[in-house]
């Protein structure tokens, strides 16, 4: 006996998250029929958006549950011979949606698609890359040959931890960076100067020690990172900068990992503004926070930066005027 997941409701499209410059191959009005977008259950709406400004459909597909929280997929259209883009960031409960991406490249796979793309918004197991302590996995490298082995061609991630994951891949990897986006957000505040903040860390989500490097004083200060679990590393850093004679601090992530007591981290800090995009749904506590009077954090869409590398990849073209 099997339940059916009920499915994440559709975000509000804002007007200022939906991308307005459409690619050509929609003002051109063709529709590829073999060239197709499915979603699994972790970021319906992000996937939504990105089909939305490629002007195509949402590809079907069921994602359902045993009473045990067994999954099983089924792919819900002729796939033979297609290029298939799977959309699943692998965010809160990492372990259920890593599953799900799986499930869906094996029954892509078996399906007879000719090539499986996985789109990872959020690659969740990044920060485990080395064997930091005695007897301990390299959990990224293992998720990266299980993506492999379940039949994905190609990969395409937004701000991995760090870029020598790639590495980590036996296939090819397109590595995004929502830079483009929170630049655009960031320009009208004309942030001229940097500074550069030490983190030292003796133990997961603890920051430890804080040294400001170089003058902040009366400046306004950017704090950048590609992404914010506890908060607790990034309000230690806001109070350092302010202590050392800065004016007011902002601070922009890709992925809005929120867990604990970030929320709350952020609210009671020193920080302006948390400026962060869409790669992971926020909470319900976050996406309170953000629309409350007085809200610290503000989301950025990253649906047209992904929606025109999907494009590129299954028109064959170069990716790298998407970094300039």
């Not at 990224?140 to 082995?149: E, G, R, W």
């Not at 490097?213 to 607790?232: E, F, H, P, Q, Y």
Request: charged share 25%; with cysteine; glycine share 6%.
């Amino acid at each position: 006996m099997a339940t059916l997941v009920t499915p994440t409701e559709k975000a509000e499209k804002k007007a200022s998250l939906v991308p307005e410059e459409k690619p050509e191959r929609k003002a051109r009005g063709r529709v590829d029929e073999k060239f197709k977008i499915f979603s699994g259950t972790a970021n319906e709406a992000l996937a939504d958006e990105v089909c939305h400004f490629l002007g195509m459909s949402r590809g079907q597909a069921q994602v359902i549950r045993f009473r045990d929280g067994e999954c099983y997929v089924q792919i819900q259209e002729n796939v033979r011979g297609c290029d298939v883009f799977v959309v699943q960031p692998t965010c809160r409960p990492v372990d259920e949606h890593l599953m799900e991406l799986l499930l869906m490249i094996d029954a892509l796979k078996r399906a007879s698609a000719r090539r499986i793309t996985a789109v990872i918004p959020y690659f969740g197991y990044a920060r485990q890359d080395r064997k930091d302590k005695p007897r301990s996995p390299i959990s990224s490298k293992l998720v990266a040959d299980l993506l492999t082995t379940a039949g994905a061609n190609r990969a395409l991630i937004v701000d991995l931890h760090t870029p020598q994951l790639q590495g980590f891949f036996n296939i090819p990897v397109d590595h995004l960076f929502a830079s483009p986006v929170l630049v655009d957000h960031f320009r009208k505040l004309n942030l001229a100067n940097l500074a550069i903040v030490d983190k030292r860390r003796v133990e997961m989500n603890v920051a430890e020690v804080m040294h400001v490097i170089g003058d902040v004083k009366g400046r306004t200060c950017l704090v950048i990172d590609d992404l914010i679990d506890t908060a607790s590393t990034l309000v230690k850093t806001a109070q350092a900068l302010l202590d050392n004679g800065g004016l007011e601090v902002y601070a922009c992530a890709s992925h809005a990992v929120l867990s604990g007591p970030a929320v709350e981290n952020i609210h009671n800090s020193v920080i302006k503004e948390v400026v962060v995009t869409n790669t992971i749904p926020l909470t319900a506590e976050a996406d309170a926070a953000r629309t409350e009077k007085g809200g610290k954090i503000t989301v950025l869409s990253i649906a047209g930066l992904i929606g025109r590398a999907i494009q590129a990849n299954h028109e064959e073209t170069s990716v790298s005027k998407l970094f300039t």
